[in-house]
């Protein structure tokens, strides 16, 4: 069964600077990936996903992920952070005709 | 834009009590999943729908179950509320299990406390 580890539990960083999300998967194909992000008390919306082709894929709002079968990752990266930023992300993975599993979700907090 | 619309987005409820959650989708998308989200734990899949009338259990089915009678339409029932299953609860559907099929849409969750 696929699994998916979000190492961070919460990041904090100043507005302006750079964000990268970390996300690690388990699966011995090459899987469906997902970026969700949730403002409070809403539900998710996807930023961006990877399934084949071109391994750095862009999303909306600026977002963007790598997908490294080496290393078994889908980091997502911002290059400049905006305060409408803060909010919990969640990485998912999609494999072997199952429902998307989530990773237990980083929580962004953004200084002014 | 697809549409997944939770009935209610706060719920509280007394211990015992058998608990509807209904969520609807309007795009004709063949699957349907129950979440719930806890702090810490992300999303866990309760239960997922292929098909009407057709479901396979999810990470933690126990202490529900669930009804899809027509396509658009699935329901989660707690059979009798405990406060442990005081949660947010989240719909989502997306047109299949495969490749670009696999994207889930989300609706606006449902908070249900339990005492």
């Known amino acids: 069964a696929q699994s998916v580890t979000q190492p961070d539990i919460h990041i904090t960083v100043s507005e302006g600077a750079s964000l990268e999300l970390r996300c690690n998967y388990s699966?011995?194909?090459?899987?469906?990936l997902f970026w969700y992000v949730q403002s409070p008390g809403q539900g998710l919306q996807l930023l961006l996903k990877?399934?084949?082709?071109?391994?750095l894929v862009q999303g909306i709002k600026g977002f963007e992920a790598e997908f490294k079968r080496s290393q078994s990752s889908f980091n997502l990266r911002k290059p400049s952070v905006h305060w409408s930023d803060a909010a919990e992300y969640f990485c998912a993975v999609g494999a072997g005709r199952r429902a998307l599993t989530f990773g237990s979700g980083t929580r962004l907090q953004v200084q002014p | 834009d697809v549409k997944v619309t939770q009935s209610s987005r706060y719920l509280v409820k007394r211990t015992g009590e058998k608990v509807f959650l209904e969520c609807v989708q309007d795009?004709?998308?063949?699957?349907m999943f129950w979440y719930r989200q806890d702090p810490g734990l992300g999303l866990r899949l309760i239960y997922f729908s292929y098909d009407v009338k057709m479901k396979e259990k999810g990470d933690i089915p126990e202490g529900y179950s669930v009804s899809r009678e027509k396509k658009e339409r699935f329901s989660l029932i707690l059979e009798s509320a405990s406060t442990n299953q005081t949660s947010m609860y989240l719909c989502?559907?997306?047109?299949?299990?495969?490749?670009?099929?696999?994207?889930?849409?989300f609706g606006q969750g449902t908070r249900l406390t339990v005492v």
């Open positions: 699966y011995g194909a090459t899987p469906y």
């Open positions: 795009m004709d998308h063949e699957n």
């Open positions: 989502a559907s997306s047109r299949g299990l495969t490749g670009s099929n696999t994207e889930a849409f």
């Open positions: 990877y399934f084949s082709g071109d391994t």
